[in-house]
């Protein structure tokens, strides 16, 4: 698996998953209905943020990662990232190799800490990748989140020192 810049020209391989996530509503605060050109406005980041690929040996796109610093100004030295893994891919160590990639970019890039703001809490295989990766629950905002099966469920707010 190679990890690169992801460009405009890998986001009609990016979108089909993308859309089916995003459209399921069970993990991102992104509105379901989310068109292709907001979508592809919202997840490929202008430098210093970053947006990567995961593909394979054929060049086939398995997922993607936004990677940017989590706010401005006094608070720009806190890293924060979003993965997709594309369904057909997933249990092949996409999302693992794309988390692990942001925290050595944010680290490269002189960030101190990585904070995740919502982290849906129903997403089990989520939390439990981040917390192998050192993450931990700050803190869990209850009912943040409405859930199209779960009805409303916490928003974890996640963090690690870089």
């Given at each position: 698996?190679?990890?690169?810049?992801?460009?405009?020209?890998?986001?009609?391989?990016?979108?089909?998953?993308f859309?089916?996530?995003?459209?399921?509503?069970?993990?991102?605060?992104?509105?379901?209905?989310l068109?292709?050109?907001?979508?592809?406005?919202?997840?490929?980041?202008?430098?210093?943020?970053?947006?990567?690929?995961?593909?394979?040996?054929?060049?086939?796109?398995?997922?993607?990662?936004?990677?940017?610093?989590?706010?401005?100004?006094?608070?720009?030295?806190?890293?924060?990232?979003?993965?997709?893994?594309?369904?057909?891919?997933?249990?092949?160590?996409?999302?693992?190799?794309?988390?692990?990639?942001?925290?050595?970019?944010?680290?490269?890039?002189?960030?101190?800490?990585?904070?995740?703001?919502?982290?849906?809490?129903?997403?089990?295989?989520?939390?439990?990748?981040?917390?192998?990766?050192?993450?931990?629950?700050?803190?869990?905002?209850?009912?943040?989140?409405?859930?199209?099966?779960?009805?409303?469920?916490?928003l974890?707010?996640?963090?690690?020192?870089?």
């Amino acid at each position: 698996m190679l990890i690169r810049e992801a460009t405009a020209r890998d986001w009609p391989a990016i979108w089909p998953f993308f859309h089916e996530i995003v459209a399921a509503g069970e993990t991102f605060t992104y509105p379901p209905d989310l068109g292709p050109e907001q979508g592809r406005d919202w997840w490929l980041l202008a430098p210093p943020n970053r947006t990567v690929v995961a593909v394979d040996e054929a060049g086939t796109v398995l997922g993607t990662a936004k990677m940017n610093n989590n706010h401005m100004g006094n608070g720009a030295h806190i890293a924060s990232a979003s993965y997709m893994v594309d369904p057909a891919h997933s249990g092949r160590g996409v999302g693992r190799a794309l988390c692990q990639y942001s925290l050595d970019w944010a680290r490269a890039a002189g960030f101190r800490r990585m904070q995740f703001n919502a982290v849906v809490e129903t997403n089990a295989h989520a939390v439990r990748l981040y917390r192998s990766l050192g993450f931990e629950v700050l803190g869990t905002l209850p009912e943040g989140f409405r859930h199209p099966t779960e009805g409303y469920v916490g928003l974890h707010i996640m963090h690690r020192a870089l």
